[in-house]
């Protein structure tokens, strides 16, 4: 049962290894979608392309059907992913501003990774950017510290705000995403260049759709909140965790502060 | 370019696997831009140990006795970087340029390029992650304020896009 390294499959020296494979595929998908290219990520801003669109929603949709299907088969339990907190107010100002700095640099903070190893010094400088961007940050932090905890709303997610279970949500996801698809198309047929707009045949387009919407309706009916996990066994905690290899140094510090703690880091 | 780039569509989805496979394995998902925070509290501890631990932000990176990078983000960066570089060379699109529409220059560009890096750096810091971390990862797992954060993203860009449009067009 997933998360796996929440149940103690392997430790922390292996979870890094992890983290170097799944970049791995990570970065290798990003660059093969053009999103090394700041004139193809921003194109979206000009209604000429929308791919980031379309890999982005994608994405999230497979990835969250895939949630939600393994939690109904029992293979992963969801109390154990770690939930980025909903913080309202920054999440707004730092959306707004994000979306500034993206039309402004040409990229979001992964995509400037491929870019520059790809040879793309605006890329690199982007990084730069960003790096002088968290000191910034974290010199002005005291001023901003009410500000960056305001709007606390906890662990929340799109079932609590608007109180219907995740099986409903995620089917009104699907059809949002068809919809999104259809509307971008149709813009893109309008303003983009037809050249470099990728093809693809209406019927495989009506086949993947028709699919989506099938997967959302099936979790709708069945609904996954009815399932309760009951883990059989019981999880390690990940502060227990101890990383295999240790420096003879390490010794001396506190258990607690060699921990790996999964909570502590944010999501991004 | 000598390649055409990949349909977005088959991209999409090999992306959510790959999500979901981090979920799956680790019980958590792809970011990137704390391992850019975490190698400038890396510099910053390097030049100014004492300040970088007294600062309440920096301090967050700096537990017991190991580097900043010694995390689970700056691997997953790493791989990025090298899976990018993999990728760009087998497509023949490693190239050094300055990447930027026909009718600006080169230095503005750059300018620009470092000043969206600023705010990038910024917003992400302040809004707990980035366009993967908190938009991508935070709306699969039906995070409320993932899916306010990437509309707002949209919402921004679109706002100034105008202001920009001689950057890209």
């Not at chain 1, 608007?162 to 198309?185: D, P």
């Amino acid at each position: 049962m997933g998360p796996l390294y929440k149940f103690g499959w392997f430790d922390h020296a292996y979870s890094l290894q992890l983290a170097g494979l799944i970049g791995f595929m990570f970065g290798f998908v990003l660059e093969r979608a053009g999103f090394g290219n700041p004139r193809k990520l921003t194109a979206i801003f000009y209604l000429r392309d929308f791919a980031v669109l379309k890999v982005m929603f994608t994405a999230i949709i497979v990835c969250m059907l895939g949630l939600l299907y393994f939690f109904f088969f029992g293979w992963i339990d969801l109390g154990r992913v770690y939930l980025l907190p909903t913080f309202i107010w920054p999440q707004i100002v730092g959306g707004l501003v994000l979306g500034i700095g993206f039309v402004m640099g040409g990229y979001c903070p992964t995509t400037s990774v491929v870019a520059t190893v790809s040879g793309k010094l605006d890329g690199l400088i982007f990084i730069i950017g960003m790096m002088l961007g968290s000191v910034l940050f974290a010199e002005i932090f005291p001023f901003l510290k009410g500000f960056y905890t305001s709007g606390n709303m906890g662990k929340i997610r799109l079932t609590d705000v608007f109180n219907i279970n995740s099986g409903i949500i995620a089917f009104l996801v699907c059809l949002m995403a068809v919809g999104a698809y259809w509307f971008v198309e149709k813009v893109e047929q309008k303003f983009g260049d037809k050249d470099t707009l990728p093809k693809g045949s209406p019927k495989v387009k009506r086949t993947a759709a028709g699919l989506l919407i099938l997967l959302g309706l099936i979790l709708a009916v069945v609904n996954p909140d009815r399932i309760i996990a009951k883990p059989a066994i019981p999880a390690i905690k990940p502060e227990k965790q101890v990383e295999r290899v240790q420096k003879p140094s390490a010794t001396s510090e506190t258990p607690d502060s060699i921990g790996f703690k999964i909570v502590d880091d944010e999501g991004c | 370019m000598n390649d055409r780039y990949s349909n977005p569509y088959v991209i999409g989805v090999i992306l959510g696997l790959i999500l979901l496979f981090s979920f799956y394995t680790m019980g958590r998902g792809l970011g990137s831009s704390a391992s850019f925070a975490r190698i400038a509290t890396a510099g910053v501890k390097l030049v100014a140990p004492e300040h970088a631990k007294a600062n309440a932000y920096f301090s967050k990176y700096i537990k017991g006795k190991r580097s900043p990078l010694m995390a689970w983000l700056v691997f997953l960066t790493i791989g990025a970087a090298l899976g990018g570089l993999f990728s760009a060379f087998i497509s023949n699109r490693i190239k050094g340029e300055v990447a930027r529409g026909p009718s600006i220059s080169v230095s503005i560009r750059l300018w620009l390029a470092l000043g969206g890096g600023i705010l990038s750096g910024f917003a992400a810091r302040l809004a707990r992650g980035c366009t993967s971390g908190q938009a991508l990862t935070g709306a699969a797992e039906l995070a409320f304020g993932s899916w306010v954060f990437m509309f707002c993203i949209f919402a921004g860009a679109y706002a100034t896009a105008y202001f920009f449009r001689k950057e890209w067009l």
